[in-house]
């Protein structure tokens, strides 16, 4: 029996190449050049598998016609957002994902963008670079001190839940959270963290909020121009989850009128654009998607894809599928 014909869409860890090389009739994209809409089109018209990532746009246009040939999409991330899951599910296309080895590094990133924006990390690295720093003094590049300040997590899944531990136990703080579904307030204190009804009554306490709810339609614009003015004067935005959860306009006219102090972005609403007016402010730390960026990490994504596509092509349940 031959091979199933996979694409995969970017350059993955060389150990995975290899392995989906070895075990699928496979086209590797040896440029790395992002897919446009077209060849992505023309990629579930000819291939069993296209196994994307976030760089990769399937609106439902893409799906549409009777000629598609893909039966199964390996997302390399955990979010999916990029893709249009009702179009894919009514063509019968399984979705699968990556979730849980991406867990720790995220955060990580998360907790580097609160660190860096409130000891002003980036303001400073500039300055060294720039051949600026004329010594040291008391009143230079001081900052917010971490210890002690409070943390509103939006979003209390797996990677909200490590950075409510790191926020907690690493750097003692006051943890405070706003999730859809109740948490089980035993289990929220394992992490050193305290559910709150609302977003409003989060935004209300935190100095520091921190968003790491899904992307999509469900929380489009979930920070827009009245919850950053429900945020404490003089408090700070990080945002690892997805860029359309920011209404990236009014997240600007916020930093520029001071309604909030600061922000640190790794997403971005239109990525790779990042604003020009956002690029050009001091007080926000801006990151270009790294929240998995590890070797550990990145090839732990790629060989589950690999065991996601695996078990659909032997007929067994994909581990992570999505629908
Ligand atoms: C993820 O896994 O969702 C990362 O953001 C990359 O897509």
């Known amino acids: 029996m031959s091979k199933p014909r996979i694409l995969v869409t970017r350059r993955w860890p060389t150990a995975v190449e290899a392995a989906l090389s070895e075990a699928f009739d496979t086209t590797l994209n040896q440029d790395d050049v992002a897919l446009d809409a077209a060849q992505l089109r023309d990629a579930l018209l000819s291939?069993?598998?296209?196994?994307?990532?976030?760089?990769?746009?399937?609106?439902?246009?893409?799906?549409?016609?009777?000629?598609?040939?893909?039966?199964?999409?390996?997302?390399?991330?955990?979010?999916?957002?990029?893709?249009?899951?009702?179009?894919?599910?009514?063509?019968?296309?399984?979705?699968?994902?990556?979730?849980?080895?991406?867990?720790?590094?995220?955060?990580?990133?998360?907790?580097?963008?609160?660190?860096?924006?409130?000891?002003?990390?980036?303001?400073?690295?500039?300055?060294?670079?720039?051949?600026?720093?004329?010594?040291?003094?008391?009143?230079?590049?001081?900052g917010t001190k971490v210890t002690g300040k409070t943390v509103g997590i939006i979003g209390f899944g797996r990677i909200g839940k490590a950075f409510a531990q790191r926020c907690h136990f690493g750097f003692g703080m006051d943890v405070v959270f706003y999730n859809r579904s109740s948490v089980d307030s035993a289990e929220a204190a394992h992490y050193g963290a305290r559910q709150l009804p609302t977003v409003e009554d989060v935004l209300g306490a935190a100095d520091f909020v921190s968003l790491h709810c899904p992307g999509g339609a469900e929380n489009r614009h979930l920070m827009n121009a009245t919850r950053f003015a429900a945020m404490k004067p003089g408090a700070f935005l990080i945002n690892t989850a997805r860029g359309d959860v920011v209404d990236e306009t009014a997240l600007i006219a916020a930093l520029e009128q001071g309604t909030i102090r600061g922000a640190g972005l790794d997403v971005y609403e239109a990525e790779p654009h990042v604003p020009e007016r956002l690029r050009a402010l001091e007080n926000v730390v801006l990151l270009p998607h790294l929240g998995s960026a590890t070797e550990e990490t990145r090839t732990a994504m790629g060989m589950k894809v690999m065991d996601n596509i695996s078990a659909f092509f032997a007929g067994r349940e994909p581990p992570d599928r999505v629908i």
């Open 47 to 142: 291939y069993d598998a296209v196994l994307p990532t976030v760089s990769d746009r399937l609106p439902a246009a893409l799906f549409e016609g009777e000629a598609v040939r893909s039966k199964i999409i390996g997302n390399f991330g955990v979010g999916f957002n990029h893709i249009d899951i009702a179009a894919a599910k009514a063509k019968d296309i399984v979705v699968t994902n990556t979730p849980g080895v991406l867990t720790d590094c995220t955060a990580d990133i998360a907790m580097l963008l609160l660190l860096s924006v409130a000891r002003r990390g980036g303001e400073g690295e500039r300055e060294v670079r720039a051949g600026a720093w004329t010594g040291w003094r008391p009143t230079h590049l001081v």
